[in-house]
């Protein structure tokens, strides 16, 4: 037996990450067969979309921004037309003046066409930053909102969590949506101004445009398609990097890092995963300038046979020199919508394929909510029964409860024991209709959990869990949690004072309104068994007919778990109570302990009956007394 001091010098390099990769049915990239004409498809319905939610948040700015988009377009239309009027005044025969004062009209009208365009364009500008970030917003709480009504047991369905850190990526995607979707619309306005003014210069200039830039289309679908193929592949790793930087970095875990001296692993891990992640994007970087190589390459060919045939119809007569001229203006601005119109239709195609993401995943968290019954739920209940109640998790092979019967009733405190795996934390769940049984039935007075409505059921229990949340709330909220029964805090001192929490409340800065969040200006911190009194007081203060605590006093002194146990058994009367501990002294003050094991009772009875009946029970307490 050795110890760090002693060990030997020769020890092995710390592991690196575990493998992570995206598989099962999400895992084939979605762009993978993706070309120019499947952008070209996906466009409008990818516009539809983008207006239809920006249409939600803002009306007001879709129209100003639509009517900017016009006026922007015309324009255009207006300054090329009139161009070609000014430059075949300027390029005509007479004295510079006389040639001067012929074509002052047109380039007037040219100059408020351009003034006009400005404006648009700022207003347009302005429209954009009225939209997005309502839109950004709104896509966030709509996220936020679906990963909260999910079923509990989506948590533990394989691809659930990387899909959700997909849909993230669709979130942040928003805003870039509605940029790409402006500067896409605008530059197609552009393009069909610009389009019908060189199609009546000669109607071979148009055809030869499109060619050029089509080459500039297909690389900017080959370089999503590269790009998208990356975030694919480092999805896995990027969700396991976020979540291990936020237990690197929290304050709550900082002793236990640097007191076990994980600092230089977390860093050497952290970098590693980082590596990983980098080395897939540096990959990508030479096929992405590859084809932006090729494709440039073909496309300046395809405009210098533009610009080629231009000189030829100017010199041999077929075009007059003033048209010649306006076709060189009319060329470019024509070629710039067109470059526009792929660069940004492209771009909207990449990150629709992320909003798809974001949308797959809603679609998924919508059929994952619950879809039980209406049924209502008595505001006293005075039974619960479970009928051979059977719940398998996904993914495991062994159900976490297997065919459990049992009834509570109101004014009953049951205590659940049991050892590390043996179901009771997942009874608790079932009982509460947080899982829904596979098999069996879970039974409010008569009501199946499977069948009644889920909102009215949960408003009548009260949990304190094994992980409890210290919400980033004041001390008042983290007990009321934004659900406060009274205007005054009568209420919320009553079980701050039983819960043994009122010296403590009384010497925080603000008392009750004190954040209790010490990584915040003003915040204070508690400690655990504070925190734990604080969620025991939480249940107690919804005063509800059910009420499970599991672990309540696990992090607790003496005199707060005396505190606990005595307001759990004031208050049984009204209630049922249910008690999941390990801390076997803690069941004497239950009227029945429920004894599990590998997901089944095998023992119930009382504190007395238990203790002499020499089964499991009996062994936990003499191990319990043997330490």
């Not at 797959?360 to 909510?369: C, T, V």
Request: proline share 4%; charged share 20%.
């Amino acid at each position: 037996m050795t110890d760090a001091s002693t060990a030997h010098a020769k020890t092995p390099p710390p592991p690196p990450p575990a493998t992570i990769t995206f598989e099962g049915k999400f895992g084939k990239n979605p762009l993978a067969d993706a070309g120019f004409g499947a952008m070209c498809r996906r466009l409008p319905a990818v516009l539809g979309h983008t207006a239809r939610m920006a249409w939600a948040v803002d009306r007001t700015g879709v129209v100003l921004l639509l009517v900017c988009q016009v006026l922007t377009g015309v324009a255009a239309a207006v300054v090329l037309a009139f161009t070609a009027q000014a430059m075949t005044h300027i390029l005509a025969t007479g004295t510079v003046s006389e040639r001067l004062h012929a074509a002052l009209p047109a380039l007037i009208v040219v100059t408020a066409a351009a003034a006009v365009g400005r404006v648009s364009g700022a207003l347009s500008s302005y429209a954009d930053r009225r939209i997005t970030p309502l839109l950004t917003t709104e896509a966030d709480m709509v996220l936020v909102a679906a990963v909260c009504r999910v079923e509990s047991s989506a948590y533990g369905e394989d691809g659930f969590a990387d899909r959700q850190e997909a849909a993230e990526v669709g979130v942040t995607r928003t805003r870039m949506m509605v940029q790409d979707a402006q500067r896409f619309m605008s530059a197609l306005i552009r393009m069909v101004a610009a389009s019908g003014v060189i199609t009546a210069l000669h109607p071979l200039l148009l055809p030869l445009l499109l060619l050029a830039v089509l080459p500039a289309g297909t690389g900017a679908v080959l370089s999503a398609r590269v790009d998208y193929e990356t975030h694919y592949l480092n999805v896995g790793d990027r969700n396991v990097r976020s979540m291990m930087r936020w237990w690197a970095t929290y304050s709550r875990y900082g002793d236990e890092v640097r007191a076990n001296g994980m600092t230089g692993y977390l860093i050497y891990w952290y970098r590693a995963l980082s590596d990983r992640i980098d080395r897939r994007t540096v990959t990508a970087a030479p096929r992405m300038l590859r084809i932006a190589l090729a494709t440039s390459a073909l496309g300046g060919i395809f405009l210098l046979c533009t610009w080629a045939t231009l000189a030829w119809l100017a010199t041999t007569g077929r075009i007059a020199l003033p048209v010649a001229a306006t076709a060189v203006v009319a060329v470019q601005t024509t070629l710039a919508a067109l470059s526009q119109c792929v660069i940004h239709g492209a771009a909207m195609f990449h990150t629709s394929l992320y909003l798809a993401d974001m949308r797959s995943f809603l679609d998924m968290a919508g059929e994952r909510a619950p879809k039980r019954g209406e049924s209502a739920v008595p505001e006293r209940v005075a039974e619960i029964r479970l009928d051979d109640v059977v719940y398998q998790y996904p993914g495991k092979e062994e159900p976490a409860v297997a065919g459990v019967s049992l009834t509570l009733r109101r004014g009953e405190i049951l205590a659940v024991v049991g050892e590390n795996g043996s179901g009771k934390s997942t009874l608790a769940k079932l009982i509460t209709g947080i899982l829904l049984a596979d098999k069996g039935r879970v039974l409010w007075d008569g009501i199946d959990l499977a069948e009644a409505d889920p909102d009215a059921l949960w408003k009548r229990t009260a949990l304190v869990p094994q992980g409890f949340a210290c919400w980033p709330l004041r001390a008042r909220e983290n007990i009321t949690l934004g659900q406060p029964r009274t205007y005054d805090d009568g209420p919320v001192w009553d079980v701050v004072d039983a819960v043994g929490m009122r010296e403590a409340i009384e010497k925080l800065p603000r008392q009750l309104d004190t954040l209790l969040a010490k990584e915040l200006w003003g915040g204070a911190e508690l400690s655990g068994g504070q925190w734990q009194r604080l969620v025991c007081g939480r249940a107690l203060y919804r005063r509800t007919p059910l009420l499970i605590l599991d672990e309540p006093t696990s992090q607790m002194d003496a005199r707060g778990e005396h505190a606990i146990f005595l307001e759990i058994k004031r208050i049984a009367a009204e209630r049922m109570t249910v008690v999941v501990t390990h801390q076997l002294e803690n069941t004497r003050l239950a009227d029945r302990i429920l004894v599990m094991d590998k997901g089944r009772i095998v023992e119930q009875g009382t504190y007395e009956e238990l203790t002499h009946a020499g089964g499991l029970f009996a062994e936990l307490v003499a191990l319990a007394q043997d330490r």
